[in-house]
């Protein structure tokens, strides 16, 4: 059983900064890629940043030159800095992750934490 636990979410004005964390524990092998989601009221879910186990990262066009994504591969966690914030950046953000689990046979799975809320006041 793997989990992932996001945090850091919250209550930030217009241009305020927020860094999220999202933490995997459980029988992991290895990560391969994670990332981070958000999905606004009445919308789908879409994909904010993601990042390899090799540290290659992926930004969608909405948040590329505000935000940034890094990981600890030592401590299983991936971090999301967000700056300049906006109100359309209003959501609940969610990290997914693919990892090998440690149990035999070797098997590739997908996880996603429960969500945590950012919401962008102006």
């Known amino acids: 059983q793997v989990q992932l636990v996001e945090s850091g979410g919250g209550l930030v004005q217009v241009g305020e900064s927020l860094r999220l964390s999202c933490a995997a524990s459980?029988?992991?092998?290895?990560?391969?890629?994670m990332g981070w989601y958000r999905q606004a009221p009445g919308k789908q879910r879409e994909l904010v940043a993601s990042?390899?186990?090799?540290?290659?990262?992926n930004y969608a066009d909405s948040v590329k030159d505000r935000c940034t994504v890094s990981r600890d591969n030592a401590k299983n966690t991936m971090y999301l800095q967000m700056n300049n914030l906006k109100p359309v950046d209003t959501a609940v953000y969610y990290c997914?992750?693919?990892?090998?689990?440690?149990?035999?046979?070797?098997?590739?799975?997908?996880?996603w934490g429960q969500g945590t809320l950012v919401t962008v006041s102006s």
């Open positions: 997914n992750a693919y990892y090998t689990g440690s149990r035999l046979p070797r098997r590739t799975l997908e996880v």
């Open positions: 459980g029988s992991i092998f290895s990560i391969n890629a």
């Open positions: 990042i390899t186990n090799g540290g290659s990262t």
